[in-house]
Nanobody, 121 residues
């Protein structure tokens, strides 16, 4: 079994900062790409940022220069530092981790349950 758990969401004023954290645990042989997605009410789930196994980072245009993704391969964690938050950043944020559990097994996407981020005055 594999578990992916997010933490760090909450309510913040416009211009403020939040840091989201995600930890993968369980039967893990190797982790590949790690990322954060978000979904606002009535919208689809969109990629916010991802960090590849080699360390390359990719961001949605709407968060470039404000958000920073990082990972710690020794702890199986991925963080998202969010600065200069705007009301339009309000959404449920989901962690996504690509994991291989055993040799020769396919790489599988695992999702956390999500954490709410609300940006409001």
């Amino acid at each position: 079994q594999v578990q992916v758990v997010e933490s760090g969401g909450g309510l913040v004023q416009p211009g403020g900062s939040l840091k989201l954290s995600c930890t993968a645990s369980g039967n893990i042989r190797r982790i590949y790409n790690m990322g954060w997605y978000r979904q606002a009410p009535g919208n689809q789930r969109d990629l916010v940022a991802q960090i590849l196994s080699g360390g390359l980072e990719d961001y949605a245009d709407s968060v470039k220069g404000r958000f920073t993704i990082s990972r710690d391969n020794t702890k199986n964690t991925v963080d998202l530092q969010m600065n200069s938050l705007k009301p339009e950043d309000t959404a449920v944020y989901y962690c996504n981790v690509e994991i291989q559990t055993r040799p020769l097994m396919p790489i599988t996407n695992y999702w956390g349950r999500g954490t709410q981020v609300t940006v409001s005055s």
